[in-house]
């Protein structure tokens, strides 16, 4: 029985882990603890929840001043989703948009060397609480996360409250924000058949939608696939394929080269390669589920992933994707295995 609770409480632990607030203290209701720097005091009178904020001021001068926590990015963090609630009050002036209150989220890697800087809130002039709310896919490396609240070289009083930081599982991001892909009535009509050339050898034979073949890169022998787009719209090539009764797991894999592309407006707009389980051709049987993404310039990469085929499924698509983002995305030797 006592082992049963124990392991009870770790598995409760591991789940409320993952939706945890990563930034201590960030309701100020423990004054300054675990914030570093003193430009910031106390503000018992002008908060958005609890017993306090914290307030930035300055009068004269217009120099930098923050304060700043760095945090520990947990295991297998994909995304992180940051919140604050931000209050302004005559933040005048200053030639740069950057001259401004500001909640900056700086990714580093273990040494503390910058990786990717994102301002969270950006804020002039005088507005009341306003919630400022924003989710960044962890890039590569970082191992940890430098947020700073400051008054960026320019005069005024800048309030904040309630500084969030959730790390999101692959999982728990997809569950949030869910890929919207093409709509249905612009697919073209699946037919029954197994899945082929995914080596791109038969240049487009068996795929459907704007893809073109490159013979010049490419990761295995004559060809490969590129789609590329100047423009953020959805872009992709797509194949439908039947799954056979008994089919319990399907494994799929394959290779993506990114080349300049500029991820869009949101998180997920990039070079992608997604699979969607169908019951039929209307119906999803799950949400869609990411193999792998690609931005910027990569090399050749493989990619990877088994999924359970969830009830109900009769046919799967597999998509590689320009989505909503520009540049160009290669992909070859996709591979499928369907097993029992
Ligand atoms: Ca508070
Ligand atoms: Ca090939």
């Not at 088994?306 to 799967?316: D, L, S």
Request: a neutral charge; proline letters at 2%; charged letters at 25%.
């Amino acid at each position: 029985m006592k082992q049963l609770f124990f392991f009870s409480l770790l598995f409760f632990c591991a789940i409320s882990d993952a939706q945890t607030n990563l930034i201590k203290n960030g309701g100020f209701e423990s004054e300054t603890l675990n914030w570093t720097g003193d430009a910031a005091t106390i503000s018992p009178y002008d908060k958005k929840t609890g017993k306090n904020s914290a307030v930035i001021n300055q009068f004269t001068g217009a120099e930098w001043k923050a304060i700043d926590q760095i945090v520990n990015i947990p295991k297998n963090t994909y995304a992180v989703e940051f919140s604050v609630w931000v209050k302004a009050d005559q933040i005048e002036g200053g030639k740069e948009a950057y001259n401004a209150g500001l909640m900056i989220a700086e990714f580093t890697n273990s040494g503390g060397k910058k990786i990717v800087s994102e301002n969270i809130a950006q804020v002039k002039g005088t507005i009341v609480w306003t919630n400022y709310k924003k989710t960044v896919l962890v890039p590569e490396k970082a191992q940890k996360i430098r947020i700073m609240l400051a008054l960026a070289q320019i005069n005024g009083s800048v309030f904040f409250d309630d500084v969030n930081a959730t790390a999101l599982s692959e999982e728990e991001y997809f569950k949030l924000n869910p890929i919207t892909t093409v709509p249905e009535g612009q697919k073209t009509i699946s037919t029954s058949k197994p899945f082929s050339n995914g080596n791109f050898e038969e240049n487009l034979n068996s795929w459907n939608g704007n893809g073109t073949i490159s013979t010049t890169d490419k990761k295995d022998g004559n060809a490969a696939v590129e789609i590329s787009s100047k423009i953020a719209e959805w872009k992709a090539i797509d194949q439908v394929s039947d799954i056979n009764k008994g089919n319990k797991t399907i494994e799929i894999s394959g290779w993506l080269k990114a080349k300049d592309i500029q991820q869009g407006k949101d998180p997920w707009n990039n070079g992608m390669f997604i699979i969607e389980f169908k019951k039929d051709e209307n119906t999803k049987a799950s949400e869609d589920q990411v193999i792998g993404t690609v931005t910027g310039n990569t090399d050749w990469t493989l990619f990877k992933k088994t999924f359970q085929i969830p009830e109900g499924a009769k046919q799967y698509r597999i998509m590689v994707a320009m989505s909503v983002c520009t540049g160009t995305l290669l992909a070859d030797n996709i591979e499928v295995k369907l097993s029992n």
